[in-house]
C-alpha cells in the first residue's frame, strides 16, 4: 500500500527566503511527527501532533518553523527567512498513534525533503 | 549529555560475520525502545519495538534485547549481509503519546 510522501524530494533556496514542506500521511494514521537530519548528525525531534490535540511543538528551533496539518491528513512544515544552518534532510513519520507501546506506534518514515540553503 | 547514547559509532565487519551494537539510555519514566535502520539517502524502517517488560524480540535475523533494570539495550545481527550496512538507531519514548528521544546511531558496514 501507500506509504508516507514527502514533496518536494529536493529543494535548493536562496538564503532569506521562505520554503514549505509537505508530508502525507499514511491514510487512517493519527499521529504524525516532523523530523530533522543535519548531514552527519542524528534525528532531531521538531513536531508531533495527536489526532485533534494541540500538537507538541517542544522541537521547533525557533520561531521561524512553523507546521500544521489539516483535516487530520496532510501536514505542512514551513521555514520562513531560511538561514545556511537551516539546510538538512527533513523526515515526516506517521503512525497509528499511541496504544501502550504496541505496534500501533511504529512510525513509518516518508523518503525525506533534502533542503539546501546557499 | 544525550538522553541516548549509542556504540560504537561506527562498524566495520565482513559480510557473514555476527555483531552487535550497543544503546544505553537515561530516558525515565521509559516506555518504550525502538531499533530503526536507516539506508543512505532513505528514511529510517523499524526493525524492532519493546516495552518495557520486553527483554528479548526477533525480527529475522535482528535480535533485540532490553535490560529495564540497568536500562540498556543491544541489537544483534546475525550472518551479517552487505545489505545490512546502514545507520543503526536506537529511540526511546520516555511517556505515554510524547516525542521520540533518538540515539546518534551506529554506522554499520558490511565488506565482502
Known amino acids: 500500500g501507500a506509504g508516507v510522501s514527502q514533496s518536494p524530494s529536493n529543494k535548493v533556496t536562496e538564503k532569506g527566503k521562505d520554503v514549505e514542506l509537505r508530508c502525507d500521511p499514511i491514510s487512517g494514521h493519527t499521529a504524525l511527527y516532523w523530523y530533522r537530519q543535519s548531514l552527519g548528525q542524528g534525528l532531531e525531534f521538531l513536531i508531533y501532533?495527536?489526532?485533534?490535540?494541540?500538537?507538541?511543538k517542544s522541537g521547533l528551533p525557533s520561531d521561524r518553523f512553523s507546521a500544521e496539518r489539516t483535516g487530520g491528513s496532510v501536514s505542512t512544515l514551513t521555514i520562513q527567512r531560511t538561514q545556511q544552518e537551516d539546510s538538512a534532510v527533513y523526515l515526516c513519520a506517521s503512525s497509528l498513534g499511541p496504544s501502550g507501546g504496541g505496534y500501533q506506534e511504529t512510525q513509518y518514515f516518508g523518503p525525506g525533503t533534502r533542503l539546501l540553503v546557499l | 549529555k544525550n538522553q541516548v547514547e549509542q556504540s560504537p559509532q561506527s562498524l566495520i565487519i565482513l559480510e557473514g560475520k555476527n555483531c552487535t551494537l550497543q544503546c544505553n539510555y537515561t530516558v525515565s519514566p521509559f516506555s518504550n525502545l525502538r531499533w530503526y535502520k536507516q539506508d543512505t539517502g532513505r528514511g529510517p524502517v523499524s526493525l524492532t519495538i519493546?516495552?518495557?517488560?520486553?527483554n528479548t524480540k526477533s525480527n529475522g535475523r535482528y535480535t533485540a534485547t532490553l535490560d529495564a533494570d540497568t536500562k540498556q539495550s543491544s541489537l544483534h545481527i546475525t550472518a551479517s549481509q552487505l545489505s545490512d550496512s546502514a545507520s543503526y538507531i536506537c529511540?526511546?519514548?520516555?511517556?505515554?503519546?510524547?516525542?521520540?528521544?533518538f540515539g546518534q546511531g551506529t554506522e554499520l558496514s558490511v565488506k565482502p
Open positions: 519493546m516495552t518495557f517488560s520486553e
Open positions: 529511540v526511546v519514548r520516555g511517556n505515554q503519546g510524547g516525542k521520540l528521544i
Open positions: 501532533f495527536q489526532g485533534n490535540s494541540a500538537p507538541d
